[in-house]
């Protein structure tokens, strides 16, 4: 039986690695910006975001975080190792006890989360580079609008639907590409897991284009990265991906409905700054703990 690899994917060559998937990740986008050009064509709207209902919206997310994401991990994963699920570490089902300690830490640390949240979208450029905050801005407005528009709703059915899309799809396809695949590849080269973790991390941030959401994405990007690296299964980050992505969605959902945002604010009263840096404090220990606990279960 025949190898199903490319023998020049098989060395650990960096450049040739991140040739490949660039082009795999064209490939990706060709096949999202057809996909989405027929469904636009079908639904008979015109191909302009002013057009788009949300509906249609989220069709052509699932599109894109399947054509963009999953296809360019699963082709690389199949040209550069014989076991593409094994190279992807989906193979490997992780333990209760690190489910349950994923899915704490990840609750655990929504206060420190809230803090560096906070102090990212306050930062301030210089005025020399005012244009460039400007551009910033911009694009985080654009960003925003796009969110709310894809999950406004009071529909619990379509609200599942977000949940599916923005928890589990967005989990799973994101985590396959950037730390199954692009984490692995640095990994590969320099055999070194924390400039492997760092880097795939810098990239997930960035390519979101959302600067003021931008260290925080970093963070996360960073922990997914240490729980598959301490687990060696890729379920684990993908289980924290969608566990922040829901907590999220949750909170949006509190936020919308009136009779549930003034019952979170009749119950909860904003704390002051001294209050709010011990909670975040306490919550980085107790994640910290936590994701110790998680290291040495892999051990």
């Not at 925080?216 to 729980?227: D, E, M, S």
């Not at 598959?228 to 949006?252: E, K, M, V, Y």
Request: include cysteine.
């Amino acid at each position: 039986m025949k190898k199903r690899h490319i023998p020049f994917l098989t060395n650990d060559g960096l450049w040739v690695r991140m040739l490949f998937l660039v082009g795999s990740l064209a490939i990706g986008m060709l096949i999202a910006t057809l996909l989405s050009s027929i469904a636009i064509l079908i639904l008979k709207k015109e191909i302009s975001t002013t057009a788009l209902t949300p509906d249609l919206l989220r069709l052509i997310q699932f599109i894109q975080s399947i054509s963009i994401f999953v296809v360019p991990a699963v082709l690389m994963a199949y040209f550069i190792s014989a076991k593409p699920y094994r190279y992807l570490q989906l193979t490997k089902w992780p333990k209760i006890s690190q489910v349950v300690l994923t899915v704490a830490s990840m609750l655990i640390m929504v206060p420190f989360m809230n803090q560096i949240i906070t102090w990212n979208e306050a930062i301030r450029l210089p005025d020399f580079m005012a244009p460039i905050e400007h551009w910033m801005r911009e694009k985080e407005d654009i960003a925003q609008l796009a969110t709310r528009q894809l999950l406004d709703t009071s529909s619990w059915g379509i609200r599942f639907i977000n949940l599916l899309l923005v928890g589990v799809t967005a989990a799973v396809a994101e985590e396959l590409f950037f730390r199954g695949m692009l984490q692995n590849i640095f990994l590969d080269k320099w055999h070194k897991k924390l400039a492997a973790v760092l880097l795939s991390a810098f990239i997930f941030s960035a390519i979101h284009l959302q600067f003021y959401g931008f260290l925080p994405r970093f963070i996360l990007g960073a922990y997914f990265g240490l729980l598959l690296i301490w687990t060696g299964s890729l379920w684990i980050p993908i289980l924290a991906h969608f566990t922040n992505n829901t907590c999220a969605l949750i909170q949006f959902y509190i936020e919308q409905d009136q009779e549930g945002k003034a019952l979170l604010e009749a119950t909860i009263t904003a704390p002051d700054m001294t209050t709010e840096l011990l909670l975040s404090g306490g919550s980085l220990l107790l994640f910290v703990w936590i994701a110790i606990c998680i290291k040495k279960s892999g051990a």
